[in-house]
Each structure stands twice: as C-alpha cells, then as structure tokens.
C-alpha cells in the first residue's frame, strides 16, 4: 500500500508525462500501477499538490501542476515565459490592468504574477480568459501594464 506522499509523488509524475483530462482517468492509472485510490482521496490530493486544469492545444483540458509550490517567490525568467506563452493583450484603467489569454488559461498567469511579488502589484482576480491585476496605491495602471507587457512581450 502507497503511502499519501508516495501516491503524490506518483500522481505529479503521471501529471508530467501524459494528458490526464479527468480524475476517473487518474484512478483507473493509478489502480493499473496498484495504488487503489477513491476519487474523494484523489481529489483531495490534487487539492494539495496545487493540480490544475489547463487547455491544450486542440481545445481538451487536463490537470497540471504549478512547477513552483505556492510559498515559493516564481523567478522573473519563468514569468516573462508564462507571460509571453499566455497573454493576449494588456489594458488599463486608473489602478487596474485587464490581462487577456486563451480560454481557460487566466489562473495559469494570475497564479505565476501572483508568486511572482512583482513590485507594483496588490494582487489579481482570474476569471477565464481575463484577470485583472491591482496596482499598489503608489503606482499607477498605466506604468504596471507597460512593466507587464514588456514580461508578455507585446511592446
């Protein structure tokens, strides 16, 4: 019998290297390994690892996980990859910078800015397709979305 950290080790690998679109999918290639696992146990732990889902190219979804752990401050260079892999387009308005990406995709960027401790931004609201992005009080919405273009690469 796994252990929990042994059953979460197994499940980020298999997130890793195949397309797992659904957590019945993820039980059925966890039991072929011999680790028998509710969905209620799966779902818990795909809580705990920070799982994902994202859209792939062709339109499915399917589960991932943040290479960086929540605590962790994400490196500029992986940033200004997520930026340019997955921003469409910046706006602004007084305080606020309204980021546009393929559907599905926001959280993926507002979780990265969020990790990021960009200086300059108070925090972000993902929906899906769009997020928006809280400047600090001292900067305006103009100058973040100029610094956030520039990490998307659209200036």
């Not at 690892?49 to 605590?71: F, H, M, N, Q, W």
């Amino acid at each position: 019998m796994a252990t929990k950290r042994q059953r979460q080790h197994r499940i980020t690998q298999m997130l890793s290297e195949q397309a797992v679109t659904s957590q019945s999918h993820l039980v059925e290639l966890l039991g072929a390994e011999g680790i028998d696992v509710t969905q209620a146990t799966l779902s818990r732990d795909l809580e705990e690892l920070g799982a994902i889902k994202v859209r792939v190219p062709g339109g499915d979804t399917v589960y991932a996980i943040p290479e960086l752990s929540s605590d962790q401050v994400l490196p500029e260079d992986h940033l200004r990859r997520v930026m340019g892999d997955w921003v469409a387009s910046v706006q602004s308005s007084a305080n606020i910078v309204v980021l546009r990406t393929p559907p599905g995709s926001a959280h993926v960027v507002a979780s990265a800015l969020d990790r990021a401790s960009l200086t300059g931004v108070m925090g972000t609201v993902a929906g899906d397709d769009t997020l928006m992005v809280v400047a600090e009080e001292a900067v305006t919405g103009t100058e973040l979305a100029g610094r956030l273009r520039e990490l998307a690469g659209l200036d």
